[in-house]
């Protein structure tokens, strides 16, 4: 009996190649960053299965060119380049791989937070251009994170973790989210708040909720100037949830102190993006899920999710049930 044949959009770790072996017969993109479009349309048209990455676009035009395509296994938590109502219209399930890159995300979000606040970036800089010569005590002053507020924006397993790591710096936490969560408001001491108390209060701000269309530039001009001045917003969720323009304008005229970005509104972010010109901003290429544990249970899930659709069993993370 033939193997059901699946494309695999991007390069994935070993782990995840090992489960597809003897399951599916697959054929895997192994060129730098994504295929086209055109090479991604060719490639899907005898798939039963697609194994993809946020940086492709799995819309009502590819599920045409695919009409024996029954699961697309997202390698990603984050679906908002799947067009999951087409999905539906087409009868295709939708998986994704929550939980297993929450540490890592949380872990690099915290790291941003640290890197922005003590200056880490531009203060490595400085060193490596042969300008530390002498020491003053009002070089390079950074701000404290013991005792200072952090503002969640999405309160789900990830925003949870940060706040677990944030209570362990000493620090008091707040969130919004569309739903209350007690069990971790008890836990992590946590006080759910509008999100306009939390940019006014907050000294630290950082994000975690899905793009959708009511997060879309849910940070932008108005939320920005509601910020102390003092204040450090950290973003690892998508950069279309702020309103990069607006960003850009808020660092450079001073009305927050810094950020800390791992997301752009275009990826890779263009060099001529003047967000990259401004010494308070702190940057990471999309690296929030980027050690070898996370990447690796990644492709795991990945691979299983796709498997278990194939072969008539429910895969563990489904979006569209």
């Not at 070993?14 to 003897?22: F, H, I, P, R, Y």
């Not at 035009?61 to 087409?86: T, W, Y």
């Not at 620090?171 to 836990?187: L, V």
């Not at 940057?283 to 544990?293: F, I, K, L, R």
Request: hydrophobic letters at 40%.
């Amino acid at each position: 009996m033939a193997l059901p044949k699946v494309y695999v959009t991007q390069r994935i770790l070993k782990e995840g190649m090992d489960l597809l072996n003897g399951h599916v017969d697959y054929k895997m993109w192994r060129g730098e960053g994504a295929p086209d479009r055109a090479t991604l349309l060719r490639e899907v048209q005898d798939v039963e299965g697609l194994l993809s990455m946020p940086a492709n676009a799995i819309d009502d035009e590819l599920f045409s060119h695919a009409p024996k395509l029954k699961v697309v296994s997202q390698h990603a938590v984050g679906f908002d380049n799947i067009d999951i109502e087409a999905a539906k219209r087409h009868g295709i399930m939708i998986c994704n791989t929550p939980d297993v890159l929450t540490d890592a995300t949380a872990d690099l979000a915290f790291t941003l937070l640290l890197a922005a606040a003590r200056r880490l970036v531009e203060c490595s800089e400085y060193l490596r251009r042969g300008q530390w010569t002498t020491w003053y005590p009002d070089m390079w002053l950074g701000m404290d994170t013991a005792g200072k507020k952090l503002g969640i924006v999405g309160f789900g397993q990830i925003g949870q973790a940060v706040a677990r790591r944030a209570k362990g710096f000493g620090m008091s936490i707040c969130y919004y989210n569309p739903s209350a969560k007690p069990a971790a408001e008890k836990e992590l001491g946590a006080q759910r708040v509008s999100l306009d108390k939390l940019l006014q209060t907050s000294d630290y701000v950082t994000l975690h909720c899905p793009l959708k269309d009511e997060t879309r530039s849910l940070i932008g001009e108005r939320e920005l100037r509601m910020m102390k001045p003092t204040a450090i917003l950290v973003n690892t969720s998508r950069g279309l949830v702020v309103d990069q323009k607006a960003l850009c304008k808020a660092l450079s005229e001073k009305w927050i102190w810094a950020a800390g970005l791992d997301v752009f509104a275009k990826e890779p972010v263009p060099l001529d993006e003047p967000l990259l010109t401004l010494p308070n901003v702190t940057v990471m290429p999309h690296m929030g899920s980027a050690t070898y544990d996370s990447r690796g249970g990644m492709s795991r899930l990945a691979a299983q999710n796709l498997i278990d659709a194939l072969e008539g069993r429910q895969p563990l993370y489904v979006v569209n049930p």
